[in-house]
């Protein structure tokens, strides 16, 4: 079946000219085209045309854009979407000036939304989970990564993957699953660092990568969570099994996790809110995504990561919400974009870049998603109004009008 997508006012097609990625100042250039329409066939970009050339040719579907922008589907790369309970009583206690380390060592934290979690029925987190979802499609989201990391035991950790891979059954876009057992220590192997890893490395990850329920294994290597050598133990055995590797690091101390993941090989380094000048031109000669998550530093309201130097040091920037009930209690792609032009002073351009070709490289599936180029899958956002920029001056709206994913519109806001 062939799909004309035609009468766009803008084509932001964020053109990689085969790369699949954009570092330093190639982010910002997105080329946009007018007057052209794309044809797309069985999911596929077929092809992107000049308008005047298509009288007379039939499809078997046309959809019209009615003079709005189409973008590629926006790609959130890293979320924490999977889990239950709410932290609005450390959120009032943040307020009231206690630190998210503090409240952390009283108990609060990842591992009260652990208790949540493993008190929860799987029923009650897909539910939750997937209305969570939906609400990213609504944004224009073709494809989502969710992470576990709150049940941090065998049985709440598979209990997490198993609800991200039913979701992804039914939700429309592709969601990517992240096992992320390495979050921070459960309270009863706080005395015991060696038998927490033992279960990891011994127990969850062969059954995790046995049963095919995560693509990535991610680690936090923080001085409350986990130690590079331990992160970097972790890594072998999951990638030894076959996962690919993402790293949180440098969120509040830069102990040396940097350099444990670029060694492992990861895929996004996220975070990075401490960078030094130095790690900064190192990622630089990588091809690692830093994954910038602004919204944690405007939750926390602590410093944001230097955006601007990574770009211009020839880095590969992708941002994301980091969606979770602690740090970020924000599902707002948008207004993540928004936070990113005006407090990391990223251009519109380099934002845009950031929530798609980049964010698909974060993930390794820019071969094939994240920007609108013949071969690439026909996943869009079309945006009511006439010009890109509307979209990150437009802050906290979603102007998000139309989802689309292999072609196939899966999400219209007028409910069509
Ligand atoms: O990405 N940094 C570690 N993990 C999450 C926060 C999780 C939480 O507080 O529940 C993050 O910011
Ligand atoms: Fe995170």
């Given at each position: 079946?062939r799909t004309?997508f035609k009468?766009?006012a803008q084509?932001v097609?964020v053109s990689?000219?085969?790369?699949?990625?954009?570092?330093?100042a190639?982010?910002?250039?997105?080329?946009v085209l007018t007057?052209?329409?794309?044809?797309a066939e069985n999911?596929?970009?077929?092809d992107?045309?000049?308008?005047?050339?298509?009288?007379?040719?039939?499809f078997d579907?046309?959809?019209?854009l009615?003079?709005?922008?189409?973008?590629p589907?926006l790609v959130?790369c890293?979320?924490?979407?999977?889990?239950?309970?709410?932290r609005?009583?450390e959120?009032r206690m943040k307020l009231?000036?206690t630190?998210?380390?503090e409240i952390?060592?009283k108990?609060g934290?990842?591992n009260?939304?652990?208790s949540a979690v493993r008190?929860s029925?799987?029923?009650?987190?897909k539910?939750i989970?997937?209305?969570r979802?939906?609400?990213?499609?609504?944004?224009?989201i073709t494809s989502?990564?969710?992470?576990?990391?709150?049940?941090l035991?065998?049985e709440?950790?598979?209990k997490?993957?198993?609800?991200?891979?039913?979701v992804n059954q039914?939700?429309g876009i592709?969601?990517y699953?992240?096992?992320l057992?390495?979050?921070t220590?459960p309270?009863e192997?706080k005395?015991?660092r060696?038998g927490?890893?033992?279960k990891?490395?011994?127990?969850?990850l062969?059954?995790v990568a046995r049963?095919?329920?995560a693509?990535?294994?991610?680690?936090?290597c923080?001085?409350?969570?986990?130690?590079p050598e331990e992160?970097r133990?972790?890594?072998?055995?999951?990638s030894?099994?076959g996962?690919k590797l993402?790293l949180?690091?440098?969120?509040?101390?830069n102990?040396g996790?940097?350099e444990?993941?670029t060694?492992s090989?990861v895929?996004?380094?996220?975070?990075?809110?401490?960078?030094?000048?130095?790690?900064?031109?190192k990622l630089?000669t990588?091809e690692?995504?830093?994954?910038?998550l602004?919204g944690?530093?405007?939750f926390?309201?602590?410093?944001?990561?230097?955006?601007?130097?990574?770009?211009?040091n020839?880095g590969?920037v992708?941002?994301s919400?980091?969606?979770?009930?602690?740090s970020s209690h924000?599902?707002?792609f948008?207004?993540?974009m928004s936070i990113?032009?005006?407090k990391m002073?990223?251009t519109?351009?380099?934002?845009?870049?950031?929530?798609?070709?980049?964010?698909?490289k974060?993930?390794?599936?820019?071969?094939?998603t994240?920007s609108?180029?013949?071969g690439k899958?026909?996943?869009?956002?079309?945006f009511?109004?006439?010009d890109?920029?509307?979209i990150?001056?437009?802050?906290?709206s979603?102007l998000?009008?139309?989802?689309?994913?292999?072609?196939k519109?899966?999400y219209?806001s007028?409910?069509?």
């Amino acid at each position: 079946m062939r799909t004309i997508f035609k009468n766009a006012a803008q084509i932001v097609t964020v053109s990689t000219k085969g790369k699949n990625l954009k570092r330093g100042a190639d982010m910002k250039d997105i080329s946009v085209l007018t007057s052209h329409s794309i044809i797309a066939e069985n999911g596929k970009i077929v092809d992107i045309i000049p308008t005047e050339s298509m009288s007379g040719v039939k499809f078997d579907n046309e959809t019209d854009l009615k003079g709005k922008v189409i973008l590629p589907g926006l790609v959130e790369c890293h979320t924490h979407t999977a889990f239950a309970g709410s932290r609005a009583s450390e959120f009032r206690m943040k307020l009231n000036g206690t630190g998210y380390e503090e409240i952390a060592s009283k108990g609060g934290g990842i591992n009260y939304t652990v208790s949540a979690v493993r008190n929860s029925s799987k029923e009650s987190l897909k539910r939750i989970t997937h209305q969570r979802v939906k609400h990213f499609v609504s944004q224009g989201i073709t494809s989502l990564e969710i992470k576990s990391g709150y049940g941090l035991d065998f049985e709440n950790e598979i209990k997490l993957l198993e609800v991200i891979n039913e979701v992804n059954q039914e939700c429309g876009i592709d969601i990517y699953a992240t096992f992320l057992g390495a979050h921070t220590f459960p309270v009863e192997y706080k005395n015991d660092r060696r038998g927490y890893l033992n279960k990891i490395i011994n127990e969850m990850l062969p059954y995790v990568a046995r049963q095919n329920i995560a693509t990535f294994c991610d680690a936090f290597c923080e001085i409350t969570a986990f130690q590079p050598e331990e992160v970097r133990e972790i890594f072998k055995a999951a990638s030894g099994l076959g996962l690919k590797l993402k790293l949180h690091s440098e969120q509040f101390n830069n102990i040396g996790g940097l350099e444990v993941g670029t060694e492992s090989g990861v895929l996004s380094i996220d975070h990075l809110e401490v960078i030094n000048d130095e790690d900064i031109r190192k990622l630089a000669t990588t091809e690692i995504a830093a994954v910038l998550l602004p919204g944690v530093s405007f939750f926390l309201n602590y410093g944001f990561a230097p955006a601007r130097k990574i770009i211009d040091n020839g880095g590969i920037v992708a941002l994301s919400t980091d969606f979770n009930p602690g740090s970020s209690h924000i599902s707002n792609f948008h207004l993540i974009m928004s936070i990113a032009a005006l407090k990391m002073k990223m251009t519109i351009e380099e934002v845009i870049s950031a929530v798609t070709i980049n964010a698909a490289k974060a993930l390794g599936i820019s071969d094939r998603t994240g920007s609108i180029e013949i071969g690439k899958n026909a996943d869009f956002s079309v945006f009511n109004c006439e010009d890109y920029s509307e979209i990150v001056y437009s802050i906290g709206s979603n102007l998000n009008e139309m989802t689309i994913k292999e072609g196939k519109i899966i999400y219209s806001s007028s409910g069509d």
